[in-house]
């Protein structure tokens, strides 16, 4: 059997940052293809600049990638970070301003519509969506913190029996020198390791009835 992956999203999905061939969608592949035992092939349509609107659009009236949606086994979805950018750069990175509440509210919205949708193509339960969580760009701005940490705590709330998401911010947090591009807002090859890392530990039920891989590799006393 062949599975079809279906990559979502904004820069991260296209792999800014990293190495050739060193971004999250290639890595995770080579992840599902272990675990599922099965060649598994890839469609990324990734956009840089990506926002949640703009997606929300591209999944309502883009016929291309609803027919892509429809036989899709595996979905991933990154998207939130260019609203939290331009609402950012409209108030000259007063992140205090109401306007970031607003844009918090809108994110939410499209990504319950996004979803939606996507549920509403979908014939059966055979597949699995994994939603990319943020990580704060800016770690020593208090008030951007809180929204990452606010929004991230939305899309856990979207879990379900084929829906999880992969964890950020805690992974990231203290660790950006590291993990982060020299640009400090894209990561680098070791940041999207870790997302791919992050992604695994989501499992892959539906498609496999796995224990959890962290749970998998302990050793046998």
């Keep these: 059997m062949v599975y079809r992956y279906l990559a979502l999203g904004d820069s991260l999905t296209v792999g ?5 061939g060193s971004g999250f ?3 995770y592949q080579k992840r599902l293809e272990y675990h599922l035992r099965s060649a598994v092939l890839v469609s990324n349509q990734g956009i840089n600049g ?6 929300l659009s591209m999944v309502k009236y883009n016929q291309y990638l609803r027919n892509l949606i429809v036989h899709a086994d595996i979905i991933t979805i990154s998207i939130g970070g260019n609203d939290l950018i331009q609402a950012a750069r409209s108030t000259r990175w007063n992140l205090s301003s109401p306007l970031f509440t607003q844009t918090l509210d809108v994110c939410e919205h499209n ?3 996004i979803l939606s949708q996507i549920q509403s193509l979908k014939k059966d339960s055979s597949y699995f969506i994994r939603l990319v969580g943020l990580y704060n760009p800016l770690p020593k701005n208090e008030a951007a913190y809180h929204w990452v ?3 991230n705590d939305f899309l856990t709330s979207r879990d379900s ?4 998401t992969a964890q950020l911010l805690y992974a990231f947090q203290g660790r950006e020198r590291e993990l982060l591009f020299f640009d400090r807002v894209h990561p680098s090859s070791k940041g999207y390791r870790v997302i791919e890392s992050q992604l695994d530990r989501t499992g892959y039920a539906p498609l496999l009835q796995l224990e959890k891989p962290y749970t998998l590799r302990k050793k046998k006393k």
């Design 111 to 113: 990504m319950k519509e």
């Design 25 to 27: 969608v290639p890595l």
């Design 50 to 55: 990506l926002t949640s609107q703009r997606l």
């Design 16 to 20: 800014i940052g990293a190495l050739f």
């Design 149 to 151: 940490k606010q929004y």
């Design 161 to 164: 029996h084929n829906i999880a």
